[in-house]
């Protein structure tokens, strides 16, 4: 799975990178508009992968992981386009999903914004900017096909008409000024969309990233807009200091426990920000465990356990005979996989089982 962190100019993206990834990228070098992206991959925090690593202390930990990117696409600096090439969002396109930055802090040293500081106008005018993107891109898709479709007779049941049919409903979704997340698609124009990596159709959360000295006051007062829009949007908000995220994530493990305890602070905030994405996806964790290797697999919620067991291996499908499923409720409750079994607590579900979240799992195959 992969992250890519947006927003506009100088809002703290990078430093925002930073916490994600425990890195020391240097922030606005260059003024930060560089066309080569930063890469990390994360580990996805789980305190439920934590527990169970703590019951087999396996030789190997595998805990389910997200790359995140930076930097391929700051926003609203047109000035720089031509350096990024033609298609300023390429570095983007490829992602599953849009970690929004949007300032919130006043810092003198930065120059003053227009207007002064407005997260919500901000937020908007970036998914303006998203949306135009894709606008865009249907129009160029759209004049090529009419070019193509010209002085032609098409037969309204043919691949052609299709698409121009979708590309149709495409466009008229971003006139109006709406993502395509918002619509719904066939299997066939899911398809046929892929490729195209619409910027909109991305799930997304937003990340208001506060001064150091913000108050629950100063927040209400700055962001109750942007709050009220992310609800009626049904965008996840993560409110956070992110300079404060990065230093503390150049901590010691132990320390930074530590220090967030002292803070009176139970996670920090940037594992927040990766759950939130995870769950935007609508990802979900299912989990293998023995003394050789504890490890957690991403699927999507609603998959079976057909499909969980090809994660591992296409053997696993294939040979498919049952799975031996522990939920983690009752993996608590017992305390490990073999004490569930012998308490009665392990279901043998077959391939149509809907996985869920924290799900235990055995393969019984044959091949
Ligand atoms: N006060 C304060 N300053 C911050 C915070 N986060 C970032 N900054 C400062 O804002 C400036 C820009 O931070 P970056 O992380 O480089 O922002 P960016 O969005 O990556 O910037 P570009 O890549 O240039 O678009 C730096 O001087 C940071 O120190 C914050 O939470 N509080
Ligand atoms: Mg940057």
């Not at 057909?306 to 799975?323: M, N, P, T, W, Y």
Request: aromatic share 6%; charged share 30%; hydrophobic share 45%.
């Amino acid at each position: 799975m992969k992250a890519g962190i947006i927003g506009l100019i100088e809002v703290g993206k990078t430093t925002l990178f930073n916490a994600l990834t425990h890195g020391s990228v240097p922030v606005a070098a260059f003024g930060g508009h560089r066309p080569e992206a930063n890469v990390g991959v994360i580990a996805v925090p789980d305190t439920r992968f934590n527990r169970l690593v703590e019951v087999y202390k396996p030789k190997k930990v595998s805990p389910a992981s997200m790359e995140v990117i930076d930097g391929a696409a700051p926003i609203g600096v047109e000035q720089h386009k031509d350096t990024f090439g033609t298609d300023f969002f390429a570095g983007i396109r490829a992602v599953s999903a849009l970690i929004h930055v949007v300032r919130a802090f006043q810092n003198p040293a930065l120059p003053e914004m227009e207007g002064g500081l407005n997260p919500l106008r901000d937020v908007k005018k970036v998914n303006d900017e998203l949306m135009f993107a894709d606008l865009q891109l249907v129009e160029t898709r759209l004049e090529r096909l009419d070019k193509g479709l010209r002085n032609r007779k098409v037969d309204p049941n043919s691949p052609q008409a299709f698409e121009r049919d979708l590309m149709v409903k495409i466009q008229t979704q971003l006139e109006a000024e709406r993502p395509l997340k918002e619509l719904e698609f066939s299997p066939d124009e899911t398809r046929l969309m892929k490729s195209f990596d619409f910027l909109t159709l991305k799930p997304m959360i937003i990340v208001a990233n506060l001064g150091e000295d913000h108050t629950p006051e100063s927040d209400e007062e700055l962001l109750s807009g942007l709050r009220e829009y992310c609800s009626l949007e049904k965008l996840e908000l993560i409110e956070l200091v992110a300079s404060v995220e990065a230093e503390v994530a150049q901590l010691p493990a132990e320390e930074e426990i530590e220090y967030l305890q002292a803070m009176g602070i139970d996670e920090p905030a940037r594992d927040k920000v990766v759950q939130s994405a995870y769950r935007a996806l609508g990802l979900i964790s299912f989990f293998t465990a023995g003394e050789d290797e504890v490890r957690a697999w991403t699927i999507r919620k609603g998959e079976k356990a057909v499909d969980a067991a090809g994660e591992i291996h296409s053997d696993l499908a294939r040979g498919f005979i049952r799975a031996e499923i522990v939920s983690w409720e009752d993996f608590l409750k017992a305390g490990s996989f073999e004490a569930a079994k012998s308490e009665g607590l392990m279901r043998l579900e077959g391939k149509d089982y809907v996985m869920q979240d924290g799900d235990i799992m055995v393969v019984r195959f044959k091949v």
